[in-house]
């Protein structure tokens, strides 16, 4: 299984971006897909969740800016980023829970990460 992350790129304050996650290989089911970011000098810290059911969860600091959502057929995940900040400056990483047959536990799988640069 792998997950690949793209969408990165440098944006000025108050742009868009819009993040892509696609997992590959032996997939039978996915639960939750995450999106993380580690900015230079910091831990990494949880930006957004998805649930399989639909639910999600943001961090705080990107509540009404971003928004994940995800395309179940395509196994792929997406974070939509508006009115971008330098604090949004990290290196984002996908994440998420994949299971590879009906009666294996589901497994923690990474992207590559993909850098998002805001500055003027």
């Known amino acids: 299984v792998q997950l690949q992350a793209s969408g990165g790129g440098l944006v000025q304050p108050g742009g868009s971006l819009r993040l892509s996650c696609a997992a590959s290989?032996?997939?039978?089911?996915?639960?939750?897909m995450y999106w993380f970011r580690q900015a230079p000098g910091k831990q990494r810290e949880l930006v957004a969740m998805s649930a399989s059911g639909g639910a999600t969860n943001y961090v705080e600091s990107v509540k009404d800016r971003f928004t994940i959502s995800r395309d179940n057929a395509k196994n792929t995940v997406y974070l939509a980023m508006n009115s971008l900040k330098p604090d949004d400056t990290a290196v984002y990483y996908c994440?998420?829970?994949?299971?590879?047959?009906?009666?294996?536990?589901?497994?923690?799988?990474w992207g590559q990460g993909t850098q998002v640069t805001v500055s003027s």
């Open positions: 994440y998420a829970e994949i299971r590879s047959s009906a009666s294996a536990a589901f497994r923690g799988y």
């Open positions: 290989g032996n997939i039978f089911s996915i639960n939750s």
